[in-house]
């Protein structure tokens, strides 16, 4: 039994070696020239996990803007906490594309202790695609307590923010976002309406009901259709008046949401317009 325990940890030991060994010549790739090569190194990378972690901060750290770009990418995917550390110095680089693939990657770590620290980049960072990376990692942790600065990146004056901040809020679901996700309804933006209705229809928020109804009067037919749906997904009958209205004046995708939805509230084929 000693024997093969031995063996057994010998066998360990070698493996471990190996994989750290792979994992320096796969490290090594990331500077090839060759888009191809340096793809598959970084699959390889992430295949090898944890193993590839410590040797792949030792390497880039202080390196290029690119290598630290891509070994963001890999610690992201591996999904190891041990890189928090060096992620969180990439934060505060001062290259926007490195700053935004580390904020990314902390969202990737599983770890909302990190939380405060993606708040501040979503309220300050100069760059909109690094606030929107931020959104997504609050999101993507699904810890409620980043709610309230979601909520605050609705009023952000770049659409592309305000539209992360309302897609990460549908991991994080409850009556303040509700209420946010209501008054998105009313944003300037008609991607951003679209959106509050898709997920207003998503969670069959009754209390959208009134507001819902105006929607369907939105000058942008996209928003116009997925009111309607969501109308009948959440299937309260005070909709079939209003969904009959724009289904009787519509023409097009939303008259075709307006004639589903209704079909879902009242079991009726609606193949023509009612009188």
Sequence with gaps: MRKFALTSLFASLTL???AEQQ???YIEQ????????RLDASHALVQLGGSAVEPLISHVTGNSDSLQYIAAQILGQIGDRRANPFLKELIRDDNRYVREQAVRALGQLDD???NPTLEEILALDQVPDVRGAAAWSLGNLRDRAAVPALI???NDSVTSVRQQALAAMQFLWSPAVEAATITTLRDGDGNLRHIAAQLLGHHRTNRALSDLFLALKDNNIWVRAESA???????????????ERLFSTREGPDHEAAKQAL???TGINY???PE
Aim: hydrophobic share 45%.
């Design 112 to 114: 909302s202790r990190i």
């Design 23 to 25: 994992a320096e010549y």
């Design 229 to 243: 749906r969501a109308l009948g997904r959440i299937g309260d009958s005070t909709a079939i008046a209003p969904l």
């Design 152 to 154: 605050r990146a609705l």
């Design 16 to 18: 471990c070696g190996c």
């Design 271 to 273: 193949a023509v317009a």
């Design 30 to 37: 990331l500077s090839d020239p060759r888009s191809q090569v």
């Design 263 to 265: 079909q879902l509230l």
